[in-house]
Nanobody
């Protein structure tokens, strides 16, 4: 089973992007899924998670701007990012508890220009 993230790219400040992360392979169970990010020269940090039941949790820095959601039928988690700021520039990684294993996606670059 693999997680494949997509949807990153360059965007101007104030703009929006939607990231997707899909689990492929023999998926029997999915639990919490989430997004983390790592800016250059910084440690990876928590962005948002969502339970299998759809309950979200956000980092304070993205509350009110980012929305995490999931489609359990497609084993996919999304991150809608609005009102983007230059400080949101980072590589975004998805993760998920899939078949009782914690998996990470490969990362997708988000670059916000001022």
């Amino acid at each position: 089973v693999q997680l494949q993230a997509s949807g990153g790219g360059p965007v101007q400040a104030g703009g929006s992007l939607r990231l997707s992360c899909a689990a492929s392979g023999s998926v029997f169970s999915t639990n919490d899924m989430g997004w983390y990010r790592q800016a250059q020269g910084h440690q990876r940090e928590f962005v948002a998670t969502i339970t299998s039941g759809g309950r979200p949790n956000y980092a304070d820095s993205v509350k009110g701007r980012f929305t995490i959601s999931r489609d359990n039928a497609k084993n996919t988690v999304y991150l809608q990012m609005n009102s983007l700021k230059p400080d949101d520039t980072a590589v975004y990684y998805c993760n998920g508890l899939i078949n009782r294993n914690l998996l990470w996606g490969q990362g997708t670059q988000v670059t916000v220009s001022s």
